[in-house]
């Protein structure tokens, strides 16, 4: 068994004397985990880093090995600043903890690298969004995607402001009103609105993309939302304060 494929380091742990088992985002195979064999390699395997990787096991059920080879250094980058190491930290936690092993969907993995390359550019406020955004492509991925076409009490599409936090539908203010202190707010940068979000509009789009993760994918298999997570909500409130 053999196959080539592109990849973003997730993790990595020591095995044995000198190996190292990887888990791997790759485009086409999923979240994928294998051997790489030479400590040469640590460098290479930085969370964040971009891959070129061949894999090969004897039998597809067996962990196998990997041939890597760094495509994009980003590590270096991500790890130099505060907040940005925050979102690294919570985009491989959430990746790890959500995805099961060998299911592809290679448009989360292009997303990833557009908000892994635009963390290493721009502050949170510019790639703050864009990580909820991945949340809610991730949530859409493994079949729990919000329901953001129209009200769930009225059918209307217009004036949508809140989302059941039970069915993940929209709601509209109308609708809504009654029910506001229940609900969870709409970032309208999530229904496609060309105007820039603030902090707050982050903030409100993290807390609604983490309930329906922990709710829907990580508690039902007994999880809980990864710390490094929630060290981005308080980086969400702080920088919104």
Known sequence: MEWTDSGIVLSSRPYGETGI????????HGRHLGLVR???SRATLQPGNGLSLTWRARLPEQLGSYVV??????AGALMENRNRLIGLNAFCA????????RQTHAALHNVA???????TADDFAHWGPLYVRWEAGLLDALGFGLDLSQCAATGATADLIYVSPRTGRAVS?????????????????????????????TRAGLKLTGHFLLERVLAPHGREMPQARLRLDALASRESD
């Open 21 to 28: 088992i990887a888990d791997v985002l790759t485009r086409e």
């Open 38 to 40: 030479g400590s040469r």
């Open 69 to 74: 080879e760094l495509a994009r250094a980003r």
């Open 94 to 101: 959430v990746a790890g903890a959500a995805l099961p092993e």
């Open 113 to 119: 690298e557009i908000l892994l390359d635009a963390m």
């Open 173 to 201: 203010g109308e609708a809504g009103a009654e029910y506001a202190k229940r609900l969870l707010s709409l970032p309208q940068f999530l229904m496609g609105k060309a105007d820039a979000p603030d902090m707050a509009a």
